[in-house]
């Protein structure tokens, strides 16, 4: 009961810190850039079922990356109106300062606080940190890589990221795949199919994984042949409707590998490739997250679907 | 029917959930047991280093090899994967944040077993401890698709054996309750064929079960009522004959006085004196009648002790003035121990009825001889005639209300055709039996047998 009670008034506190938090951000934001955001806050899931993490959303009206970072962090450390979730940070926990790298490494300094956390919820304090702040996803046109976190200016370089983390049985689950990946022939101008076997956890889309096999190139009397530049980053990757959005950054766009009829072995690659897939029907190529056209490539703009002309018979 | 094929569908869904659901527990339950036996064995294999760290942790873990299909992790008390028995995909280095390590990691023992998508998913986790202490987690995982799709497969073939099972039976059942129905239909139309009369109609009936032996209790039941209702026929026949008969001659006697002016005085009294005979013949037919509705209402009487050779003396004492008109003897050779439990009136009506037509229908000249005894606890009275014997194509329809052998005769003497059948319902009515033959020398002879009777110790007569 009495612990129930102390719950409540941490509860009354928070909102009222929240309150003035978010003020403060609408006021200081009234001189600058304004943009109303949604973001999704971590919180330690406490009802008897389901995952650790669980997430609530909330507008934001923001101005600079770094002022976003801490707010949200300042959101996480406040206990949240349902009642089911709770706030793992220790009372009066502060950020100290924050930092986003050139590269989206956001570093984050908790005053020592954050330090009496140890075993288990130290590590769930880390990840409502981390899975907080990649929610965001890009910050000040940064996309976040990475959270570096530390305690009053102390402790490890230890890059976290949503991937080092296992919360449900999904990433248990092993199934065996074998891909056909379709490779450009430069002197043929045909593509050629191969079949790779990979074993995947469910948590795991296989088409990153094409993707991933494509981007490496194949191997060929010792040497790489790629398919795309070497500088050509693999940014991310969605399937919705049954069209593939693939995101690369620019350099992607370079060596396009035309055949004799105009047409790109490259894109065509990444395409009979990904939907050799049963849930895939189309792919569409993005460059930094936008569609965007391109003289080299006819129909950038648009999805592409299988030629099966372009295959070696 | 509805209803019925609505309980089928009902047992075949419990006959298959059942069966299914104890199953699934039962591989539960298998689970947990090793699933937590292995979980614990790796745990208290790694208790003994003290400190985890991957190295350590993997050269135990290769020693140990005894997860088979499952997937083992072993995290420190941050959640670290120190070690994962898969080699694809393999997470070590990752943090493991689930509610089973959380458990674990908190001193308890964790097991979670679901059926999803055919396939059972089974966790369990164990704290690593020292002196009491956690330094970690083991963490067991198996996903069983063989055992589910074993499941799979149970409820697949009891799906097709209950469904066959439920076919059937609705089937048979259809073929039973048609065949039950269209019985009991059959019946319902022969009880109401014979609601409206028509007593000769009959069920039909096949078999030996519960509707055939009502139909046959129905049958014989009908067949009892038309019986009883051809007698009825008869009987009404036969008695406003036998009334009309006086009451036409009482008619035409009327008439003819009526009708003769010039009718002398004597003449007028020997028809009135006809007339009057006439009246006694109905009064006699009436009584008898009257006599004979007695005896079927049967209504409770007390019964007495009686000496049956008493009475047939009374009888013979009473019949001598006849017996002397028609020139006849009459013998008595009676037993004084010849008791019967009856009524004195009733044994003296069958005595003198079977005495009085021995003297009607003998010779004149001839003799009339009863005869009483006991043997093997009966009583016997034999009434035996020298008289004109019956036919032996009569001799089972005597008893018969109204029946003859010699009309004419009958009348002549002033029978009513009832006395016969006065006795025989006497004699019943007293448990006893009664039946005529004819004699080798000549004439009839009636037996009657009454059960005797006999004073208990102490009882007197």
Redesign the interface.
Same mark, same amino acid.
């Given at each position: 009961m009495l612990r129930k009670k102390s719950g409540m008034r941490r509860r009354q506190f928070a909102s009222a810190v929240l309150c003035a938090v978010m003020l403060l951000a609408v006021l200081s934001g009234c001189a600058e850039r304004r943009e109303l955001m949604e973001v999704r806050i971590a919180y330690r899931n406490t009802a008897d079922r389901g995952t650790v993490f669980a997430f609530t959303e909330r507008n934001l009206v923001v101005t600079d990356g770094e002022r976003l970072c801490n707010l949200v962090l300042q959101l996480a450390m406040t206990e949240p109106e349902d009642e089911t979730l709770t706030s793992v940070f220790p009372e009066r926990t502060t950020v100290q300062s924050l930092e986003i790298s050139d590269i989206g490494v956001i570093t984050v300094n908790f005053s020592k606080e954050y330090g009496t956390l140890s075993g288990i919820n130290r590590t769930i304090a880390d990840y409502c940190t981390v899975l907080t702040l990649f929610g965001l996803e890009q910050v000040d046109g940064r996309t976040i890589t990475g959270v570096m976190i530390l305690v009053d200016g102390q402790g490890s370089r230890h890059v976290f990221t949503p991937e080092d983390l296992v919360t449900t049985t999904d990433y248990m689950r092993l199934q065996d795949y074998t891909f056909v990946i379709y490779f450009p022939n430069r002197e043929t101008g045909y593509l050629e199919p191969q079949q790779f076997s990979r074993t995947l956890s469910d948590a795991e889309e296989p088409a990153k994984e094409i993707v991933s096999i494509l981007m490496q190139g194949r191997m060929e009397d010792g040497t790489i042949n790629r398919v795309v530049s070497s500088n050509a980053e693999f940014l991310d990757l969605s399937i919705r409707n049954r069209v593939c959005y693939v995101n690369f950054n620019e350099e992607f766009l370079d060596l396009p590998l035309l055949n004799g009829e105009g047409k790109s072995l490259k894109l065509y690659a990444f395409v009979n490739s990904l939907c050799e897939l049963s849930y895939v029907d189309r792919v569409q190529f993005l460059i930094e997250g936008e569609t965007v056209s391109s003289d080299l490539y006819e129909g950038f703009g648009g999805t592409y679907t299988e030629d099966d002309s372009l295959v070696a018979q | 029917m509805v209803l019925f094929a609505g309980m089928i569908v009902v047992i075949v869904s419990l006959v298959n959930t059942y069966p299914l659901l104890t199953a699934q527990d039962l591989m539960v339950e298998t689970k947990r047991g090793d699933m937590l036996r292995t979980a614990n064995l790796v745990s208290s294999s790694l208790s003994g280093l003290q400190s985890l760290d991957g190295e350590r942790v993997a050269a135990v873990m290769s020693l140990l090899d005894i997860y088979g299909d499952g @997937?083992v992790f072993v995290t420190d008390? =941050? %959640? @670290?994967?120190l070690f994962d028995s =898969?080699e694809?995909?393999n $997470?070590s %280095?990752? #943090? $493991?944040?689930?509610?089973a /390590? /959380?458990s674990a $990691?908190s001193g308890n023992d964790y097991f979670l077993c679901s059926y999803v998508d055919n396939a059972f998913?089974s #966790?369990a986790a164990v704290p690593i401890t020292y002196r009491g202490e956690v330094f970690g987690a083991v963490y067991f &995982?198996e &996903?069983d698709a063989q055992q589910g799709a074993l499941l799979r497969s149970m409820q697949r073939y009891l799906g097709y054996i209950s469904s066959v099972l439920a076919i059937f039976t609705l089937a048979v059942s259809l073929l039973f309750s048609s065949a039950l129905r269209r019985r009991i239909r059959n019946l319902i139309v022969a009880i109401g064929e014979v609601r409206e009369g028509n007593y000769s109609h009959r069920a039909q009936t096949r078999g030996r079960d519960e509707i055939s032996l009502i139909a046959d209790e129905f049958n014989e039941l009908s067949g009892r009522l038309e019986e009883t209702e051809n007698l009825r026929r008869q009987f009404v026949s036969n008695a406003s004959h036998e009334l009309k008969t006086p009451l036409a001659s009482i008619k035409l006697l009327a008439d003819s006085i009526l009708q003769n002016r010039g009718m002398s005085m004597d003449d007028v009294r020997d028809f009135l004196h006809d007339i009057s005979e006439e009246i006694v013949r109905l009064t006699r037919i009436t009584d008898r009648l009257l006599s004979l509705t007695r005896l079927d209402v049967q209504l409770h009487q007390e019964f007495v002790p009686v000496n049956v050779s008493y009475v047939v003396r009374r009888a013979a004492r009473m019949l001598t003035p006849l017996a002397e008109h028609y020139r006849i003897a009459i013998s008595c050779e009676t037993a004084d121990n010849c008791l019967v439990k009856a009524e004195e009136d009733g044994i003296y009506q069958i005595v003198f009825n079977l005495m009085e037509n021995a003297l009607k229908y003998n010779h004149s000249g001839g003799s009339v001889r009863v005869l009483t005894y006991v043997k093997d606890g009966l009583a016997y009275c034999i009434v035996d005639d020298t008289g004109i014997g019956i036919p032996e194509g009569d001799l089972e329809h005597i008893f018969e209300r109204f029946y003859r052998v010699d009309k004419a005769r009958s009348r002549e003497t002033g029978g009513t055709g009832l006395g016969l059948s006065i006795v025989r319902k006497t004699v019943e009515q007293y448990g006893g039996e009664v039946r005529a033959e004819n004699r080798e020398s000549g004439g009839a002879r009636f037996i009657v047998t009454i059960p005797e009777w006999k004073a208990e110790e102490g009882q007197l007569c």
């Open positions: - | @997937r008390t =941050a %959640g @670290r994967i =898969a694809d995909a $997470l %280095g990752c #943090s $493991l944040v689930m509610p /390590l /959380l $990691l998913e #966790s &995982y &996903y």
